[in-house]
Structure formats: structure tokens, C-alpha cells
């Protein structure tokens, strides 16, 4: 426990300077507010109230985990003059067998003393601290030609799923990349492809990855180009998105939130939006092969929300099921969580096989409650410890995967508005997870 | 006034069709920020409130826009409802005639009326009446039909409801509430112990259940809709337990296992009536069960094969049925030369069907 020294008192009230006060005040109303907490902070290691600017620069760090001034303030926090009992500031890692330095760690984020992950080689965690991402042992097939932007993500930051890369790939992929291959199998690059799934499990970040593949040959309509289709010329915009793409042919035009861009008629009276979705679908049917090269690749979580003549053949007449993230897909998303978080010893295969069905969101908040728990624990205890397995393990159970609601509306669909087959996919995954 | 809305309301007034109301306040917010004069993005403003039921929020709303034009329909129209939800009836019937003042005939004042009116037992009739005007100003407004349907509840006129919801249907095949409501129909007309025509009803309530579900997912009233298509789906199953008692009578009589008469017949009986016997019983259980199982939407049969796999009961009810039936069979084919053995066979498969039907009933009943 880091004794208080006895001229500064613990909690807010007696002794403290104004200042230090109504920023407290300040802080408690926006609790979010970082830099102010920051300052916060920074006063009260001033003050030499070290302890509290631990707690504070802790609750930081449980918000952003990766910030920087938040982890030089809680080095030097540390590393303060502390009351005449406490040991010497900095003690070296190996002599405090559950203390963390803070130091250390902010000069070499991730590459603390004890080893980060149970049971694991550091040869094989190096590549994805180093670059971030996920599955290494995947030899990406598009690293040759690809225009990808640097820093960009890309398909072989995607861990797992290799069922819906498969099916990327035979869509629209590997066509584009060799025009050979088109003319040899005569298969032209048109239509359109409809990724769904429950939220949270990576369809925009899949999309995110193919972006990063074909670089300038990918156009992203995001809700907020939607947003102004609707009350502008949607006519033009939407017109004007696919002229880019048919000059930039081969090319893939993404539609996130589909559902939104396009919605029922039949539900809205709004009339921008009517417009734009029979905009959409002209743009779609196209006259004279002048889509040819042109891939219309879409995602929604609420399939059934979307107008149903967007299916129709020669539209986005294919569907793609993106399902909860599967055991290795886990595992990159909570590499990636867990990259700049002080851990320790975490055994990353049993969390994988705890969190079983959780989503990508579901499993950062997992990563976020336990660095709050483990950081919380810190603050009470005024020993800084690290992240352990029985965190997340605990912050996992305290968790309900946040994807059943929508299975259960899934269900629904699946079952009882299954016109052409429309969600055979998701009917077999249904009756293979037993969930019918 | 403005003639028309900015565009930020434009988005906004989109967004909240797509029920993205925390997105479509805050858009309202930004222009609310920049013009806090525009009716407009205020009455929208008082819209997404009473979509997320801050009745509260939307008065402040309504008393802004009240401020800038005292004459504006729609703030007068926002009031009506969120005075009433308040439980604050007079100035909801207040509001309300404002709203008949500005716009005698529009079909949402009468609409109006009849929801304030709503808030006192005697004046009920006086609801119905306004809502049946507002019917008739507006015969293509769901909503219309909705406050006849409301009225109709409160006076007890079942006909009145059931055509309200037929018309609204009319309008929107999809309309969520509406098939909410025929399936509960369905659902009651179904219901009841009733010897004869039940499977019928009860398959037109089940898809019935199965065309709510499919129009509205996600709706609130889904887990209630599929509890009640587990309900009408085992009911049918259950049905199949009768089908198997009248072969094992069929099989008793075909195959002789009691005496009767007071002159025994000779064991065992002849083959002839005995393969005409099996041949009543694929009868019974072709026309009974399988027809009317193919007959089913592929939906309904789904549910009860999802029935019968997390129900246990449900598992019961289906291994009662194939084992009486076996049993069945057995005591008709074989051609047994005593009657010990079939007699047990007889009783054993029909004792315990009867008990689980007679505990079936007991236990829906209590
Ligand atoms: N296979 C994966 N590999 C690495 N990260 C993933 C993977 N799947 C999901 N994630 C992570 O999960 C997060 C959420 O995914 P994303 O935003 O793409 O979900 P979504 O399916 O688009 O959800 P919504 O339907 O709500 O838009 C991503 O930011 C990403 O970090
Ligand atoms: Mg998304």
C-alpha cells in the first residue's frame, strides 16, 4: 500500500488548494474529460499528493489505455518522493514481484518484464506487436501488386474468418486482380454481394480490409454521403458515384449500413429517401454492360429492413453471412485489445475459448472492464498490478455476448420469411449452432 | 414561415424513419444551435421525444414552438398526446380542441379528440364517435384506424376492432401492429376446448403467429409471439395422441384381443380383417397427421420440429404417439393365438396416454 503522506490528505475537502477543488468539481461533472483529468493529475503530484494522482492517471488509463501523458504521469506519480517507509522510487521490476514499472513500460510500450502471454513463445507474439495485427501465420496472396495506402488495414489483419475471405475472394478478388483469369472462366465482374450479420463482427472492418487491398479501386459510401443524398440531388450523387467507378473499373463500390441507403419504400414517406433507393437501383441495373468491372459490395445487420428489389438477380443478388468472430479471429481481436495494455502472463487460449460467440465490440469491452477492474484494484490497493488472465476471464463472464438479441430476430427471419432461400445461409448455421 | 425545412431536418426527419432517433435529435440539436427560431426542427424536435416516451421533453419542445406562432397545428397535435400520457387530461382535451379549431377537418384532430376524450370512462361512446370521424376524413391512415381500434376496445366492440385491424392491413400488409393483433384473433378463435375443427384454427393461428414474426423481427412483442407459436404448434402435436388411441382401438377390434359377445370368437382372427384394420389405421394417420402436416407452412413445421427439440414434453407427447401406434401394429399383425399377452400390450399402451392427457388438461386448466 503507498502510505499517504501525513500533510496531504487522501480525498477531496480540507488542505487542498482551490484550485485543486473546483477542478475536482470540474472532473466529477465530465468524467470523461481526459485532459482535464490529465490536469488534474498533474496538480495533484504537484500538491505531493502522489497516491491521488495515481488514482486519477489510473482512471485515464482506464478509458484510454494507450495514453501516453497518462503513463509518463503515473511513471513520475510513481516514481515521486514518496513518505520515508515506501521502498525507493523505480525499484526495479524483478524485485517487486507483483508491481509493475512504469517507467519501463512507457519507454517500451509492450515489452514488459513478465511475459505478456501464457504459454506462448515471444517469437511468435513479436510480429503482432510489432505491426498489430493478427494471425501471422497467414501468408497474405495480396501483398504483391496491392496499392494499399501504408498503415491501412488490410485482409491479413483479419483474424480467422477464412470461410468469408474464401468467398471474398471468389466474388470479386481474384477476378480483379487478374483479368486473365475473367477472360479464361468468362466470368465478368458485375453484381453485387450483401454482407450481414450480427453488429459488432466485423463486416465494415472487413470492408475496412479490402479497402486497404485495392487501394483507390475502392469507393466507400458511408451513412453521412447517405445523409446528404437524401436531401440533395440524390439523382447526381448516387449517379455520380457509380460514373466514378465504371472510369475506375475494375472497381468496388461499398455501401455500409445498407439498411439505411437502402431502406423499404414502403416503410417512409420521406421522399429523398424514396429517391434514393430507385436511384440506387438504376444505378445497379445499369444499361449496355456499363458496369462491367463495377462490384457493388454491401452491409446491413438488418437484412430484413431492406428494400427487397435491391435483391433481385443482377443486384445484390448474393448474400454473405459475417457470424461472430470464430476461435482465431478472437484471438487477433484480443492481441489487438490487449496491445498497449499492461498484462501479464494472460493465457489467450482459454479467454478465446470463454468467449465463445461474443462479437468484436463485445470483446474490447472485455478488454476494457478488466483493465478498469485490474486498475480500480490498483487504485484501492495503491499497488499497481497488471492485467491478469482472471480479469478477463472474470470480465468475460460478466458479459452477455451482445450478438443473441439479434439472433433471435435472425431466427425469426430465417424461419418464417425465408422467401427464395434468401437466408438459407444463416438457416444451416442456425441448425448447426442448435439455436433454431 | 418557412417553406421548406432545412436540410439538416430534411436528415433528420429521414433518420427518424429509420427509428435512428438519438442520431436524428442530434442533427436537430446542431440546427436548433444555429436557428433556434425554426418551428420546424422544434416540432421534430418534440417528435423524437415522444419516441423515446420523454413526454416531459416534448412540452418544452411544444412551449418553444408555441412561443414563435401560437396558431401551429402541430405543436397542439404533439401536446394532445403527451398531456394525456402525463395523466394530465384536461389540458390534453385542451389541446386537442385547438387542434379541432385550427383544422376542423383533418382526420388527426378527430383522431386527437378521441384519445383525450379516452381519458374519462363516460365519454367514452364520444371517443368512438370522434374516431370514426377521423376514419372517415382519413380512410387511408392507419393511425385513424388505430384510435377506432382503441375506442372500439374501451367499448367493447369486438366487430369494430377486428374490422379496424382488417382495414389497416388493407392499407400495409406489413403493418406490425395490425398482424400482432389478427394473430391474437386467430389465437382466440383457436382457443378453447373444441372436439372438432381445431386443427384448422389452429394452424391459421399459427401463421397467422408466423406473419407477425416475419413482418416484425425485432419488435418488442416477438418473444411473446413465438411462446404463443410454441403453444399453437404443441397443441397440434398433442392432437396426434388421439389419432393413436382410435388405431389402438382399431387394432383391438381388427386383431379380437377382448371377447365379445357372449359367444368368444375364435383367436386368431381372420388376416383379412386384420390388414383391413392396418389399412384404416394408415387411413387415420395419413389424413389426420400427415395431410395436414404437408399442408403446413414451412415455417409452422419448423417450429414444431424446434418444439420437439427443446421441449422435452413436447418429446414425450411425439414417443407416446410412435410407440401407442407401434403397438398398434404389433397386436394387429401378429396373429395371436391367446389373448394375455395382446390385453397387456393393450393396456399398457393406453393407460399412461390417457393419464399424460388427463394431466395435460389438468395442468392447462389450473
Ligand atoms: N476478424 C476480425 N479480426 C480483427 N478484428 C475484428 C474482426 N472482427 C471484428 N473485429 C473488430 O471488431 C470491431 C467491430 O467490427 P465492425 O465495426 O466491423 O462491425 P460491424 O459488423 O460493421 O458492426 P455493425 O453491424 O454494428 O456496423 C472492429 O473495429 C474490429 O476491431
Ligand atoms: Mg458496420
Known amino acids: 500500500m503507498l502510505d499517504q503522506p501525513t500533510n496531504t490528505p487522501a480525498g477531496p475537502g480540507a488542505g487542498e488548494s482551490p484550485l485543486i477543488a473546483s477542478l475536482r468539481t470540474a472532473v466529477a461533472a465530465a468524467p470523461q474529460d481526459i485532459p482535464l483529468r490529465l490536469h488534474l493529475a498533474e496538480l495533484l503530484l504537484g500538491a505531493g499528493s502522489a497516491d491521488a494522482a495515481v488514482a486519477e492517471a489510473a482512471l485515464v488509463l482506464s478509458q484510454a489505455p494507450g495514453d501516453a501523458q497518462a503513463r509518463a504521469l503515473m511513471a513520475r506519480a510513481m516514481a515521486a518522493p514518496v513518505p520515508m517507509e515506501q521502498a525507493p522510487p523505480a525499484a526495479p521490476a524483478e524485485q517487486q514481484s507483483g508491481g509493475f514499472d512504469w517507467e519501463a513500460a512507457a519507454r517500451e510500450v509492450g515489452d514488459a518484464v513478465p511475459p505478456r502471454f501464457a504459454a506462448e513463445p515471444d517469437v511468435k507474439e513479436a510480429p503482432l506487436t510489432a505491426d498489430g495485427s493478427g494471425d501471422p501465420g497467414e501468408a497474405p496472396a495480396y501483398d504483391v501488386d496491392a496499392p494499399g495506402a501504408p498503415g491501412a488495414v488490410r485482409l491479413a489483419d483479419v483474424g480467422g474468418m477464412q470461410e468469408v475471405k474464401d468467398r471474398l475472394e471468389a466474388a470479386f478478388l481474384a477476378p480483379m486482380r487478374n483479368p486473365e483469369l475473367r477472360k479464361l472462366y468468362g466470368k465478368s465482374l458485375r453484381g453485387g454481394l450483401l454482407l450481414y450479420g450480427p453488429p459488432g463482427c466485423g463486416k465494415t472492418f472487413i470492408a475496412r480490409a479490402v479497402a486497404g487491398e485495392l487501394g483507390a479501386n475502392f469507393i466507400n459510401v458511408s451513412i453521412n454521403d447517405v445523409l446528404d443524398m437524401w436531401v440533395g440531388n440524390s439523382e447526381r450523387n448516387m449517379h455520380e458515384v457509380f460514373e466514378t467507378a465504371r472510369r475506375q473499373a475494375p472497381c468496388v463500390i461499398f455501401l455500409d449500413e445498407l439498411d439505411a441507403l437502402g431502406a423499404k419504400r414502403s416503410r417512409t414517406q ?17 444499361v449496355n ?57 494472460v493465457d489467450l487460449a482459454k479467454l ?85 | 414561415m418557412t417553406t421548406a425545412p432545412h436540410r439538416l431536418v430534411e436528415q433528420a426527419t429521414a433518420l427518424m424513419d429509420l427509428k435512428r432517433i438519438d442520431e436524428a435529435r442530434a442533427l436537430l440539436a446542431r440546427r436548433l444551435a444555429e436557428d433556434p427560431t425554426d418551428i420546424v426542427a422544434w416540432l421534430r424536435l418534440a417528435s423524437c421525444h415522444e419516441e423515446v416516451r420523454d413526454y416531459q421533453e416534448v412540452l418544452n419542445a411544444t412551449n418553444q414552438v408555441l412561443a414563435l406562432n401560437p396558431e401551429e397545428y402541430g405543436a397542439y397535435l404533439r401536446r394532445t398526446y403527451a398531456f394525456r400520457r402525463l395523466g394530465r387530461p384536461d389540458e390534453s382535451l385542451a389541446a386537442a380542441h385547438e387542434m379541432l ?64 385491424v382488417a382495414e389497416s392491413l388493407r392499407i400495409d400488409p406489413h403493418n406490425a401492429w395490425a398482424l ?22 389452429l394452424s391459421a393461428a399459427a401463421e397467422a403467429l408466423t406473419d407477425a414474426l416475419a413482418a416484425a423481427p425485432q419488435a418488442p412483442q416477438a418473444d411473446r409471439q413465438r411462446k404463443h407459436l410454441d403453444v399453437a ?86 414417443w407416446q404417439s410412435v410407440g401407442c401406434t407401434l403397438v398398434a401394429v404389433v397386436v394387429v399383425l401378429v396373429p395371436w393365438s391367446e389373448r394375455t399377452v395382446p390385453q397387456v400390450l393393450f393396456w399398457v399402451a393406453l393407460v399412461p396416454t390417457l393419464l399424460t392427457i388427463w394431466f395435460e388438461r389438468a395442468a392447462t386448466r389450473s
Open chain 2, 233 to 318: 404448434v404443441f397443441r397440434m402435436l398433442r392432437g396426434t395422441r388421439w389419432l393413436t388411441l382410435l388405431c389402438l382401438v382399431i387394432a383391438a377390434l381388427a386383431a379380437r384381443v377382448f371377447p365379445t359377445g357372449s359367444d368368444p370368437t375364435a383367436l386368431p382372427g381372420p388376416l383379412a380383417t386384420r390388414l383391413y384394420g392396418l389399412a384404416l389405421m394408415s387411413a387415420v394417420w395419413g389424413f389426420g397427421a400427415w395431410r395436414r402436416y404437408r399442408g403446413l407452412r414451412a415455417g409452422v413445421r419448423m417450429s414444431l420440429w424446434s418444439l420437439v427439440r427443446r421441449v422435452g414434453w413436447a418429446r414425450l407427447v411425439v
Open chain 1, 270 to 286: 420521406h421522399n429523398g429517401m424514396r429517391n434514393t433507393v430507385n436511384q440506387l437501383l438504376t444505378e445497379l441495373d445499369g
Open chain 2, 180 to 201: 400482432d393483433q389478427r394473430a391474437k384473433y386467430a389465437e382466440m378463435d383457436a382457443a378453447g376446448p373444441r372436439l372438432t375443427g381445431a386443427g384448422a384454427r
Open chain 1, 352 to 436: 478465446v475459448k470463454a468467449t465463445d460467440g461474443f462479437s468484436g465490440a463485445d470483446l474490447a469491452h472485455v478488454c476494457e472492464s478488466a483493465a478498469e477492474s485490474a486498475l480500480l484494484d490498483s487504485a484501492r490497493t495503491g499497488t499497481v498490478r497488471m492485467i491478469n488472465t482472471r480479469d478477463l476471464l472474470g470480465a468475460a463472464k460478466a458479459i452477455r455476448p451482445s450478438t443473441e438479441p439479434w439472433f433471435a430476430a435472425a431466427r425469426n427471419v430465417a424461419m418464417f420469411a425465408n422467401e427464395g432461400g434468401m437466408y438459407d445461409e444463416l438457416l444451416a448455421y442456425l441448425k448447426k449452432a442448435r439455436k433454431l
Open chain 1, 289 to 345: 454492360d456499363v458496369n462491367d468491372g463495377v462490384f457493388v459490395l454491401a452491409a446491413t445487420n438488418v437484412p430484413w429492413d431492406v428494400d427487397i428489389a435491391l435483391r433481385r438477380p443482377g443486384r445484390l443478388d448474393r448474400t454473405l453471412l459475417v457470424l461472430p468472430p470464430d476461435g482465431p479471429a478472437r484471438e487477433a481481436i484480443l492481441h489487438y485489445h490487449l496491445r498497449e495494455r499492461p498484462i501479464e502472463s
Open chain 2, 101 to 164: 379549431r385550427l383544422e376542423p377537418e383533418s382526420w388527426q384532430s378527430h383522431v386527437g379528440l378521441s384519445e383525450a376524450l379516452g381519458a374519462w370512462q363516460p365519454r367514452w361512446p364520444e371517443a368512438l364517435e370522434a374516431a370514426a370521424t377521423g376514419v372517415r376524413l382519413g380512410p387511408d391512415q392507419i393511425a385513424a384506424h388505430y384510435a377506432l381500434w382503441k375506442a372500439a376496445l374501451m367499448n367493447g366492440r369486438v366487430d369494430l376492432q377486428r374490422q379496424a
